[in-house]
């Protein structure tokens, strides 16, 4: 299978958009990613898959806790400074956090965050499937979220503010 005619094709699949917060010995480490998806309502669980060759792969280890935070579409260099392979400097660096009752930090202006503890982690293909136990979870303000939709960022020009 063509790798590129699969990316083209899957890229018809909008997502919203994702920095995932890990805290390993004191130190921060966080990577965006919009491979992510609810699960499960009863117990609350929640997918990441994680490429092998993030940087934040190692911070993915079971039972350790992290939190999602949901971007607003607003948030668009956040998500690209977040997605870099070797950001220069500290990527926390001047942003606004608060920290989950596990101590994880979330971004405190996003959209909303969901804090979860990981409970396994399978590696499949060139992507480790991670599920997590959601512990906490929050709409931090109104707002759209950031979309990526065929290898680009996007907003939505309005969402209904009453379910339909």
Known sequence: MDNQRYRQILGHFATGV???IAEVAGSWHGMTANSFTS??????LILLAIDHKARMKDAIQ????????I???????????FAQVDPLGDPFSGLQVERAQSGVPYLKDA??????RITANYSEGDHDLVICRV??????????????????????????????
């Open 135 to 164: 512990e906490e979870l929050a709409v931090l303000g109104p707002g759209n979220p950031l979309i990526f939709f065929q290898g680009r960022y996007h907003r939505i020009d309005r969402l209904d503010s009453q379910p339909s």
């Open 39 to 44: 699960v499960s309502l009863d117990p609350p």
């Open 71 to 81: 971007l607003r579409d607003s948030q668009t260099a956040l998500s690209q400074l």
């Open 18 to 20: 994702t920095i995932v």
């Open 62 to 69: 079971k039972n350790r806790p992290l939190t999602i935070s």
């Open 111 to 116: 959209l909303a965050y969901v804090a979860c």
